[in-house]
């Protein structure tokens, strides 16, 4: 019997690609024989809410149909650098008998009998925090950075002149671009793309001076 799979995939920015994870997950579903029915890409941030994760709304969707077996994530960290979206997302799985392969660890949270694999679910776990930490880390060693320059009298900020030229700024948020053509608020374009308010207003000026 040949087993239906689907593929997710996620990046932060317009500027990473999804490519090398599409490509060594295909490699592997095909090397397994499974069929592949869909291949669901995100570009959000792993922080983001389970409400802003279009990627994971729409793999639980084929789950709950039952068009898919197994989900298949190049590495935890593509799936969330948020616990509580991550330990959801992988019990609603396990409620419907469906099993999630991530590829770095080669490892999946379903045994072939259908039961929970313990050993899988210890190191989930494990992951998922290492990933939720890396966020801390670096957000602590950029709010330390902040400091010093701020108490060595540094400027703060891009000078004046030297902001991304516009149209490379709307490249790099094509997201929040076609959230806010959309029609969506500037708060609620930050909260589904997962990016700072402070980000989507620079998007929306560039937009207004781009005509």
């Not at 997950?25 to 090397?31: F, K, N, P, R, T």
């Not at 789950?63 to 992988?90: C, I, M, P």
């Not at 801390?136 to 701020?150: D, P, Q, W």
Request: hydrophobic share 40%; aromatic share 4%; proline share 2%.
């Amino acid at each position: 019997m040949i087993i239906p799979v689907a593929i997710l995939v996620r990046v932060s920015t317009a500027k990473q690609e999804t490519d090398r994870q599409v490509s060594e997950l295909s490699a592997y579903a095909l090397a397994k024989g499974y069929e592949i029915i869909e291949v669901c890409r995100e570009e959000v941030s792993g922080k983001a809410s389970h409400a802003a994760r279009h990627g994971l709304h729409r793999v639980e969707e084929l789950v709950r149909t039952g068009a898919v077996r197994k989900v298949l994530v190049h590495e935890v960290t593509r799936l969330a650098r948020r616990n509580s979206v991550a330990h959801a997302f992988v019990e609603t799985l396990e409620e419907l008998g469906v099993s999630l392969y991530w590829h770095q660890q080669g490892i999946e949270t379903l045994l072939p009998n259908g039961k929970r694999n313990p050993a899988a679910a210890i190191m989930f776990a494990l992951l998922a925090e290492m990933a939720r930490a890396e966020v801390e880390t670096l957000s602590e060693r950029i709010k330390s950075g902040l400091a010093e320059a701020r108490r060595k009298g540094r400027k703060i900020g891009r000078p004046l002149g030297s902001s991304l030229e516009s149209a490379e700024f709307l490249a790099k948020h094509q997201d929040i671009r076609r959230r806010l053509r959309e029609g969506h608020s500037i708060r609620n374009t930050a909260k589904i793309t997962g990016k700072g308010i402070s980000t989507v207003q620079r998007v929306k000026a560039a937009l207004h001076g781009d005509g």
